[in-house]
């Protein structure tokens, strides 16, 4: 999903990092995926980053992916994470529509990575189910 993202700058980046805990403190508990996302991002950052604003369409676009695949690390999006989620893509201009959109697009973009695997099928199934996508779309993807 982010071999061709958008260039961050630093400020961005940290907006990023700083979000993505939002959304992952938003059902009270940060798991262990949801840190390791989170660490992982903010390896990148220079020292001293400070939050700054999110501009321009593929970047808007790229930090909602992000918030969703937090939200996603452990499972499933929460209740409370898709409404955090809404509150800060409206922030950057995203509408419910947008976030939607985005969610399944990510769902859909995690499936890909099991794209050719036929002996663990049922399981590639079940996740999907769990994301909420249906096995048409797994035989879409995979």
Same mark, same amino acid.
């Given at each position: 999903?982010?071999?061709?993202?958008?260039?961050? %700058?630093?400020?961005?980046?940290?907006?990023f990092a /700083?979000?993505?805990?939002?959304? @992952?403190?938003?059902?009270?508990?940060?798991?262990? /995926?949801?840190?390791?996302?989170i660490n =992982?991002?903010?390896?990148?950052?220079?020292?001293?980053?400070?939050?700054?604003?999110?501009?321009?369409?593929?970047?808007?676009? =790229?930090? +909602?992916?992000?918030?969703?695949? &937090?939200? +996603?690390?452990?499972?499933?999006?929460?209740?409370?994470?898709?409404?955090?989620?809404?509150?800060? !893509?409206?922030?950057?201009?995203?509408?419910? !529509? !947008?976030? %939607? @959109? !985005?969610?399944?697009?990510?769902?859909?973009?995690?499936?890909?990575t099991f794209?050719?695997?036929?002996?663990?099928?049922? =399981? &590639?199934?079940?996740?999907?189910?769990?994301?909420?996508?249906?096995? @048409?779309?797994? %035989?879409?993807?995979?």
């Amino acid at each position: 999903m982010w071999e061709n993202g958008p260039e961050l %700058d630093s400020a961005s980046a940290a907006t990023f990092a /700083r979000d993505m805990k939002t959304v @992952a403190l938003a059902d009270g508990a940060l798991h262990d /995926r949801e840190l390791a996302l989170i660490n =992982a991002f903010e390896g990148d950052l220079p020292p001293g980053a400070e939050p700054g604003p999110i501009e321009g369409e593929a970047v808007c676009k =790229a930090y +909602l992916q992000s918030l969703i695949m &937090v939200g +996603l690390a452990d499972g499933q999006v929460s209740e409370v994470e898709y409404q955090e989620i809404l509150k800060l !893509a409206a922030k950057v201009g995203l509408d419910q !529509a !947008a976030v %939607d @959109a !985005a969610v399944i697009e990510v769902k859909r973009e995690f499936l890909k990575t099991f794209a050719g695997v036929r002996i663990f099928r049922d =399981a &590639v199934v079940a996740i999907a189910k769990e994301l909420g996508l249906d096995e @048409a779309e797994v %035989d879409q993807l995979t």
